[in-house]
């Protein structure tokens, strides 16, 4: 059984970046040919996919996120991370992260971690 954990703050200030990690139990994120994504829903608004990593390495971004987002990850350990730079009070979101076989479709996901940005 996969299992995803997100971790990070709780509270971002505007300006500053948004890190967050998913440790992955159960499985390797190098295994053929998973997508490790990460998803983010506003309150009040749909999920929103902001990106992901596959198995090899590669990254995938939402065009409109592109500029302020970098995903990258630790296979030693694990793990897989999310940058948001230049938050905004608009970033403000539960975050996610996921495993599927691809970019949009998700059999696990983390219980999610709530992320406010506020000075």
């Known amino acids: 059984q996969v299992q995803l954990q997100e971790s990070g703050p709780g509270l971002v200030k505007p300006s500053q970046t948004l890190s967050l990690t998913c440790t992955v139990s159960?499985?390797?994120?190098?295994?053929?040919?998973?997508?490790w994504s990460w998803i983010r829903q506003p309150p009040g608004k749909e999920l929103e996919c902001m990106g992901a990593?596959?198995?090899?390495?590669?990254?995938y971004y939402k065009p409109s996120l592109e500029s302020r987002t970098s995903i990258s990850r630790d296979t030693s350990k694990n793990q897989f991370t999310l940058q948001l730079s230049s938050v905004t009070p608009e970033d403000t979101a539960v975050y996610y992260c996921?495993?599927?076989?691809?970019?949009?479709?998700?059999?696990?996901w983390g219980q999610g971690t709530q992320v406010t940005v506020s000075s």
């Open positions: 996921a495993r599927g076989m691809s970019m949009n479709v998700y059999e696990y």
């Open positions: 990593i596959n198995y090899s390495g590669r990254t």
């Open positions: 159960g499985g390797s994120i190098t295994t053929n040919y998973y997508y």
